[in-house]
C-alpha cells in the first residue's frame, strides 16, 4: 500500500498570477521553506517541498534571479557544475581573476536562497574538493548529478546517469561530499540505465548511497535513460514515465525523502503527485514553455 498523507496542501494556492508572471508566495510553500529551514540534527530532514530543476545552460545567475522574482520560496538550483572545472578554476588562475572567474561558476546573490548547487563528477577526491571550494559560498544544499544521459557527460567515463551503475562509488562519493560541508547532500538520479532497469535495482542504488553516506533525499526523475547516442531531449521522450517505482521507493525507504521529477508540467500535476504522496515535487520550468 502506498503512503498516503492525511493532509496535503492543494498547489493551485502556489500558483499566484501578477501580470504575465506566476508567482509561488503561497503561506504554505512560506512555511515549509521556514520549517525546512528550522531543521535541526535531531530534526526530522525535510526535502524543499517544490523546486526547479537544475537546466544546464539555463539556470544560470540570471535565470535564477528571473525565477526569484517570481517565486519567493521555490528551491532554485544551479546548472550542474563539473567538479573539476571548479579545481582547474582554482589552480589555473592567480588572485583576483581566480576569485571572479571562480565567482563565474559559484558566486550567486543572497536573494537567491534556498539554493542548491548541483556537482557533476565522479571522482571521489574532486568532488570533495569542489564541495570544500563551494563552502564558502553558503549554498543550502549540494546535490550529485547521476541522471544526465548527455553523451558529453555520460559517455565520459563514469558520470552523470552512467553513476547509477556504480552504487558504492555513489555512496563513498556522497559521504566524501558530505565531509566537506555542513548543508544536506543529495542526489538526482533516474530509475535506471539501459537494461539496468529492474525497481530492485533501483531500490539497490538507494539502499547503498543512503547507507554508505549522509544522502537521505533523492530526486528521481522517473525514466530510465538510454545510454545509446540518442540526444538528451529524445531521452527525455522515449523512456516511458513510471511513477510506480518513485511511489514504490516512497514506500518501502520511509526514513528516506524522496522529491519527483520528470513530466511534471502544469499545476494539476504538481497537485495530483502532493495528493498521493510525493515528499516534493520538481517541475521542469521550462523557459520556452512558460
Ligand atoms: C535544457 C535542459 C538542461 C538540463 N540540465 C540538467 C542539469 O544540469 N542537471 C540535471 O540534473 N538535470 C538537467 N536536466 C533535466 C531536468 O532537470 C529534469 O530532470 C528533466 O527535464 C525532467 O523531465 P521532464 O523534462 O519530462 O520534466 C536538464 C533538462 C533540460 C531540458
Redesign the pocket.
Known amino acids: 500500500m502506498w503512503c498516503l498523507p492525511t493532509v496535503r496542501p492543494n498547489v493551485s494556492e502556489m500558483f499566484k498570477c501578477s501580470s504575465s508572471l506566476r508567482r509561488f508566495h503561497s503561506p504554505m510553500l512560506k512555511q515549509a521553506t521556514a520549517a525546512r529551514f528550522s531543521t535541526t540534527s535531531s530534526s526530522p530532514y525535510l526535502p524543499p517541498l517544490f523546486s526547479v530543476?537544475?537546466?544546464?545552460?539555463?539556470t544560470d545567475n540570471h535565470y535564477r534571479t528571473l525565477a526569484r522574482i517570481i517565486t519567493k520560496h521555490a528551491w532554485l538550483y544551479t546548472?550542474?557544475i563539473a567538479a573539476q572545472t571548479l579545481i582547474h578554476q582554482q589552480t589555473n588562475l592567480t588572485g583576483l581573476l581566480l576569485v571572479l572567474h571562480q565567482d563565474r561558476f559559484l558566486a550567486f546573490s543572497p536573494q537567491q536562497h534556498p539554493i542548491v548547487l548541483?556537482l557533476g563528477g565522479s571522482n571521489v577526491e574532486s568532488l570533495a574538493k569542489a564541495a570544500k571550494l563551494s563552502h564558502p559560498y553558503g549554498y543550502d544544499e549540494i546535490n550529485l548529478?547521476c541522471?544526465?544521459p548527455s553523451p558529453k557527460v555520460a559517455g565520459h567515463g563514469c558520470f552523470g546517469v552512467t553513476l547509477m551503475l556504480n552504487p558504492k562509488l555513489v555512496g563513498e562519493a556522497m559521504s566524501a561530499i558530505a565531509d566537506n560541508t555542513n548543508v544536506p547532500v543529495t542526489v538526482?538520479c533516474r530509475i535506471g540505465v539501459d537494461d539496468h532497469d529492474s525497481y530492485d535495482e533501483l531500490c539497490d542504488f538507494v539502499y547503498k548511497v543512503s547507507t554508505l553516506s549522509p544522502t537521505r533525499h533523492f530526486i528521481v526523475?522517473s525514466r530510465k535513460a538510454l545510454l545509446g547516442g540518442i540526444s538528451p531531449a529524445d531521452n527525455?521522450r522515449i523512456p516511458p514515465l513510471k511513477y510506480e517505482y518513485y511511489y514504490a521507493l516512497a514506500r518501502d525507504f520511509p526514513d528516506l525523502k524522496f522529491t519527483i521529477?520528470?513530466?511534471?508540467?502544469s499545476v494539476s500535476k504538481v497537485n495530483a503527485a502532493l495528493e498521493k504522496g510525493a515528499h516534493g515535487v520538481m517541475?521542469?520550468a521550462?523557459p520556452g514553455t512558460c
Do not use: S
Not at 530543476?53 to 539555463?58: L, Q, S, T, V
Not at 521529477?261 to 508540467?265: A, D, M, S, V
Open positions: 530543476a537544475p537546466m544546464m545552460e539555463w546548472e550542474m548541483q548529478n541522471g544526465c538526482k526523475h527525455r521529477n520528470g513530466g511534471i508540467t517541475p521542469l521550462d
